[in-house]
Every structure is written in C-alpha cells, then in structure tokens.
C-alpha cells in the first residue's frame, strides 16, 4: 500500500526506532554470550530470551500496523531495479524479525530445555523434543543472525545515503518526519503558531 | 547521482565510518577480533584432549552414564530456604542419570573418577531444577582456566596409564588448590555402587525464601544405603561396566534412596570457590527423600538427550558468584550441541543388553 503522506506513520516510525535498538543490543548480546564461558555467559543469556521474546511481541504489533498504514513512494529517480531491491530487503527484514525469536524458541524446545524467559515466565515448547531438529536450528540460530546484522548494515548504509547524500527525504520519512506544506499537509496546521516552533528543527538539513 | 565535491566526500567518509565502526564492534563482541577469551569450544577442546580423542556423539565429559527415573518426596522444610515450587510438601517426578567421570563412553569402571548424578525435578506449575552432581564435596579448581589446564596436565600417558609427571609437577605448583582435591580423594572411599555415594552440589547457590531473604546454600544427596568402598589397589580387575550393572541388578531388586540436606553457608564461608571445602557445623536442612525406582540404557531412557545445564533453576534458587557456574553451564551448552550435530552412538550398558539379547 502507498500513503500519501511522505512520511511513515508515526506510531511506526517510533516502533521503528525502538526495535532498531533492541535488534542491534540483541544481536551483539548473542555473539558476544556465546563466545565467553565468563560469568556475562548467565548475564546476557538472562538478557536474550526476554529481549527476543518482546522483539517477536513488537514485530507482531508493527507489521499489522506497517500494512495498514503503508510506506510513502520511494523517489521517482530511482531505478526499478532500485525499488525492487528496497521492497525486498525490506520483506527480508520483516521475515528476519519474525524467524529469529522463533528459530530461539522453537530451538530451546527441541533441546528439551525449559523456555524460560523471566523468573516464573516459562514459555511452552513449540516443537517436540529432537536433537536432530535441536542441531539444525542452533546453527540456524547463528549463521541468520550474522546474515541479519549484514542485512542491517546494508540498510543502514542505504538510509544514510539518502539522507546525506541524496537528500531526497526517504530518511526523513522514517525520522522527523517532513515540514507539513500546503500540499500534503490540512492547511490549518501552519496557521497554528505552537506547531511553528515545533516544527522548526525539521528546517534544518536531516 | 550528485558531483563528488567535498561535502559528499565527508558524507560518503562518515557513513562508512559508521558501518566500519559497527562492524568492528560486532566482530569484538563476537570474540573474532581483540584479547583472546575462553569459550566453550576451548573447554570441550581440553576434555577431548584429555580423553585422547573425539568421541562424536557422546558428552565430552562424563560420557559414561545409564538413565533413571523416580521421585523426590518434599516434606517441606526446603520452603524454609527456598520458595522453589519442589520444596513444598509433595512428591515431584524426577529423570536423571549415573554416570562416571571422564570423556571416554566405553571406559572401564575401575577408574579412580566422580561417580555422578544429575536431576532434573519438575513440579506441576512448570518449574524446574536441574542438577549435576559428583559424589566429591570439592571440586579439583576454581575457574574455567584451571579446569582447562587440569585436563590438559592430566592426560593419561599412553604408556603408564598416568599423567605425565613432567607436565604434572609445574601445573601443580601453579595450582597449589588442587591439593586439597587430591588429599581427599586419596583418603575418601570409592564407592562400590552408585546407589550408596552421596552426591554433592560442587558450587554454592543462593536461595531465596518467602521473605525475601537470600542465604548461600550448598546441598547434597545422602544416601540410605550404606556406604562400602572398591578395592583401590584392584580397580582394573574390575569387569567394564561393574558399577553400572550393580546398579542395574540392585533396582531390579528394591528402589534406592537418597535424603537432600540444604547446607546454609556459615559466615567466613567461602561461597565462590568450589575448590574449597565447608567446615565445622553447619546449620542443615532435610528437604526430602529421592528415590530412584527405575533404570535404563541411554538409548531407552530420557537422560541421553538431555543437557544437565546446573543453572536451570527454579524461582527461589539463583547461582552464586561461583565463576565455575557459567562455565559448566557454556561448557555443557558447547558439549550438548555438537553432540546434537554429531548424532548419537551406542551406550556401554546399551551394548551389554545387546549382547545379552542376542545370546
């Protein structure tokens, strides 16, 4: 779906933001507790499950919420080819988003380990209990999650680019947001003065 | 695509900075770049050292083992540490297994070696505890480093059967903490059957009551039967799976049983070192009887696919400072998974029933 604002949503950009931080914290907690038989091993395992489990809860939130709402237009001096590879990393980071907590969970349940996530909260298992299935999915576990970290340094990358160096406002569309104008914004809006001030820093180059 | 003047060169500099910096940190955190640290793979590496080879499939350590099932009757004196759903008043179901220290799965019984048991208590609101225990109240070292070193000056020689005194002697002076491992182990009575050790937790935990208070607890399984010891001096007369027929023969016959004594830590203990022992009086607790009422094979029962993670704890039971803990928590996580990717392979009891069956 194309919305007609140039912006996304947003409830969505926060989501956005918020899922960004919790991702990347996560994906550095995991390498870095597997790699250390040291007391972070407990620390940070203490940390995933939980983190992973609220990720899956946001994602679950977000993607209704990315369908329903939509994504502005990509700029129109972008190759097709361009907005393909857009669309699809895109669709891979939702994919990843979802598989990833799941690859964890469904990987604890068929080690025969309790899905505990917090003090008292234990999750049921989501698949029988099969080392065959267990070892699959551990290495899973890893090789998605560095794909995944790659994905984001690419989209990162690419974010930055159109924020620094294109300057066509796709950034923005995720961050501040655009100067409501007369075209795409109610009219009323500008006539008010307290979103004058507010909207300022938005005049500033992102 | 815009011009290359200077501003979009300082862009396209800071936003590889960005990634480079990004990525770096990753690689850090990931242990592929910087000061070297000990992972799983390095304590695994140790023990397959020490057995001589891989032996793909099995636990790489205590790999020698037979499954059990059975129960534990709480009689609820545990709430008064813990708030642990297993120390209320009940009886839990309980899985477990025997098993003998070292790396080779076929190894005979005659060895001078932990006897082990490892639990796992469930109660009916989900909780549950699992615990790996050795029949010693002190662990040989302290830290993971140690551990590794301890494996890698203790390899048998091929020749003597021993370890190598020229790589023994300066471990043991780098380690003067194994001496206390090594005095009780020379005075202590190897137990004749696995049904008569008792078992002790190695690390201290601390536990957490109603109220809110935290005390730091070491526990063990005190068996009803008595205590009867091997004949050192004639280990390797032993038959190859002695200790574990014994058992085999003596469930078919009466269950066996066990009592949990909750030892709070008086103050002065040392509660972080399981190289170090308790001792004098200690205020102890009898939470309940354990009894093991059924055995089987590996391949029958439900041990074998089973990781005996001693951090999987009950609300209530929380590790202590004991760096040991989290190692032997990666170590068995490292051991658990490759084995997984490995694939099982055939259990000493499990090739004795299968010689018996074919007779």
Not at chain 1, 44 to 54: E, K, M, N, T, Y
Not at chain 1, 150 to 162: G, V
Not at chain 2, 21 to 40: C, S
Not at chain 2, 44 to 53: F, P, Q, R, S, V
Request: net charge positive.
């Amino acid at each position: 779906m194309i919305r007609h604002s140039q912006d996304f949503h947003p409830a969505l950009r926060a989501i956005h933001w918020l899922m960004a931080a919790m991702v990347l914290t996560m994906l550095f907690i995991g390498v870095g507790m597997v790699s250390t038989v040291g007391p972070a091993y407990l620390t940070l395992l203490g940390l995933h499950r939980p983190l992973g489990i609220a990720i899956l809860v946001l994602v679950l939130i977000r993607l209704p919420l990315r369908l329903a709402t939509g994504a502005p237009a990509l700029p129109e001096d972008l190759s097709l080819a361009e907005k393909r590879i857009a669309w699809a990393s895109h669709l891979l980071l939702y994919l990843t988003l979802f598989a990833l907590p799941l690859i964890g969970w469904g990987m604890l349940s068929a080690g025969g380990y309790p899905v505990r996530v917090t003090n008292g909260f234990t999750l049921p298992p989501i698949l029988p209990h099969d080392l065959g299935i267990y070892a699959f999915l551990r290495t899973a576990h890893t090789i998605v999650a560095v794909l995944f970290f790659a994905l984001i340094l690419t989209h990162l990358a690419a974010a930055l680019m159109h924020g620094l160096i294109r300057r066509d406002g796709v950034l923005r569309s995720m961050t501040i947001g655009h100067r409501p104008v007369a075209v795409s914004g109610p009219p009323e809006e500008l006539e008010t003065p307290g979103d004058d001030i507010v909207e300022e820093p938005a005049n500033l180059p992102a | 695509m815009p011009s290359l003047n200077r501003a979009t060169a300082g862009a396209y500099a800071l936003i590889g900075a960005i990634i480079l910096l990004l990525a770096g940190g990753f690689a850090w955190a990931a242990g592929w770049i910087g000061p070297g640290r000990i992972n799983g793979g390095d304590v695994t590496a140790a023990l397959e050292y020490n057995t001589g080879k891989k032996q793909p499939g099995y636990r790489r350590a205590h790999a020698k083992g037979l499954c059990f099932s059975g129960s534990f009757m709480a009689d609820g004196a545990g709430s008064g540490l813990s708030v642990a759903s297993v120390f209320k008043a009940g009886r839990y179901p309980v899985i477990g297994r025997f098993s003998l220290a070292g790396g080779n799965p076929l190894a005979g019984d005659g060895r001078n070696v932990f006897h082990s048991m490892a639990l796992i208590l469930r109660a009916p609101d989900g909780q549950e505890w699992r615990l790996a225990m050795d029949h010693t109240p002190i662990f040989p070292v302290a830290d993971v480093a140690s551990f590794i070193a301890l494996q890698r000056a203790t390899k048998p020689d091929p020749k003597t059967g021993k370890p190598d005194p020229a790589v023994m002697k300066p471990f043991l002076e780098a380690h003067p903490e194994v001496k206390a491992f090594q005095a009780f182990m020379m005075q202590a009575v190897l137990p004749n059957s696995f049904a008569n050790a008792t078992y002790y937790s190695i690390n201290a935990f601390r536990f957490t009551d109603a109220g809110g208070t935290t005390r730091l607890v070491r526990w063990q399984f005190e068996p009803e039967a008595p205590l009867a010891g091997l004949d050192k001096k004639r280990l390797d007369q032993l038959p190859r799976d002695y200790l574990f027929q014994e058992m085999i023969a003596r469930t078919a016959q009466a269950p066996s049983r066990w009592h949990l004594k909750l030892v709070v830590a008086n103050p002065g203990d040392v509660t972080d070192k399981a190289a170090v022992a308790w001792t004098g009086p200690h205020r102890t607790i009898d939470a309940g009887t354990l009894t093991i009422d059924a055995v089987q094979s590996e391949e029958t029962g439900a041990c074998r696919d089973l990781n005996f993670d001693p951090t999987i704890l009950p609300p209530g039971i929380t590790p202590s400072d004991d760096p040991l803990l989290a190692g032997r928590s990666k170590a068995y996580s490292s051991s658990f998974t490759r084995r997984a990717q490995e694939g099982p392979n055939p259990s000493a009891v499990g090739q004795d029933l299968a010689r018996e069956n074919a007779r």
